[in-house]
Structure formats: C-alpha cells, structure tokens
T-cell receptor, first 114, second 111 residues
C-alpha cells in the first residue's frame, strides 16, 4: 500500500487555467505538507497543515490555495496558472510538527504549463 | 531566507569508490536528515540525526551531526550503480522549526 499518494502524476495545461492536485496519506499522521521542486531540483516548502489547520504558509502567491477536508487529505488548487508554476509538486506527511518526526514524501505531480 | 549549503553539487565516480558529501548552515539546527531522490520519485529518508556529535550508519551509509550543530556529512562506502540519484540534506532550524533542504548532490556511478 502506498503511504503517501498524489494524483495526477502528470499534468499538462494551458496558461490561465485552474487545476487541482490531490494528496492522501494512510499513515495516520497529523501533519501534511506541500513542497515545490523547481528545475534545479531545489525543494521548498509551500504549506503545512496540522490536523486540518494551516500551520505554515510560505511566501506563495494567493493563486495557490490548499484545502484539507480531513487530516488524511491535503489538496492544492491553483488558479490562473502561469508558466513559472511549472515544477514538480510533492506532498509529504509526518506524525507531528515537532520537526523531529520523519517526513514521508509522495511520488510527486509533474506540472507543465504551456 | 535560511539556506543550507550542500556540496558538492554533483559527483561522477567509479563503482566501488567511497563518496562523501556535506551540508553547512550559518545557524543552529535541531535535526539533520539525509534523503535520496530516485528519478521520477519523491525523496526517501536515509538517515536521521537528532543530537550533536551523533554518528549513525545505515548499511553502507554513515552520517554525522556536527558538534557545532551547523553541519552534517554523509558518506557512502563501496558505491554501486543503484546509488545513483540526488541526495538531499535537510535540517530543522532551531529558530523557525521548519525543515529546510539543501540544494542536493547528484551522484552518478560508472559501472
């Protein structure tokens, strides 16, 4: 069974469109994250949620809106997609927000904006 | 924002050779983690370090949490082709509690 799963794995879309990426974890963790990995492979945190509540919101355009319907799911909706949004988006989860618990990553969603 | 400096950026080595990579920070970290990312996959945790001076092994991998709490290294002994991938250090900042990633070290192993 996949611990952290994301859909879709690939997403190709036109500039200006709105799209969503879904993430689910079956580890029973309380905390979930979204990361963005750019073309230089640099990983940067975007958001984290603990028990459905927003904990970290880095400097991310407000076109990006995370939603956590329950603690096992964290979805990412992106409005008015731009060329610079092209990247790999990783979801991750951890037991808590202490920073001492391992983060488990999903397989990533490869977004290409044309 | 806070950054981790990871080096080297890339390595191309012969199978059987030992590999060493490290990360440094200008501020103190509470934890140091080493992840590996295979092509087309998400990062997977290799080793976690929680105490200054801690030295931990996982098979052919050994990592240490620097005494100053501002650095860490990862060694891979007797490299094999499946060691190919991108290795990331990550640390939890004592200031912010956030997990910050290094820029990654791309490892290629020639059979």
């Amino acid at each position: 069974d996949t611990a952290v799963s994301q859909t879709p794995k690939y997403l190709v879309t036109q500039m200006g469109n709105d799209k969503s990426i879904k993430c689910e974890q079956n580890l029973g963790h309380d905390t979930m994250y979204w990361y963005k990995q750019d073309s230089k492979k640099f990983l940067k945190i975007m958001f984290s949620y603990n028990n459905k509540e927003l904990i970290i919101n880095e400097t991310v355009p407000n076109r990006f809106s995370p939603k956590s319907p329950d603690k096992a799911h964290l979805n990412l909706h992106i409005n008015s997609l731009e060329l610079g949004d092209s990247a790999v988006y990783f979801c991750a989860s951890s037991q808590d927000t202490s920073g001492r618990e391992t983060q488990y990553f999903g397989p990533g969603t490869r977004l290409l904006v044309l | 924002g806070q950054q981790l400096n990871q080096s080297p950026q890339s390595m191309f080595i012969q199978e059987g050779e030992d590999v060493s990579m490290n990360c440094t920070s200008s501020s103190i970290f509470n934890t140091w983690l080493w992840y590996k990312q295979d092509p087309g996959e998400g990062p997977v945790l290799l080793i976690a370090l929680y105490k200054a001076g801690e030295l931990t092994s996982n098979g052919r991998l050994t990592a240490q949490f620097g005494i100053t709490r501002k650095d860490s290294f990862l060694n891979i002994s007797a490299s094999i082709p499946s060691d190919v991938g991108i290795y990331f250090c990550a640390g939890t900042s004592s200031n912010t509690g956030k997990l910050i990633f290094g820029q990654g070290t791309t490892l290629q192993v020639k059979p």
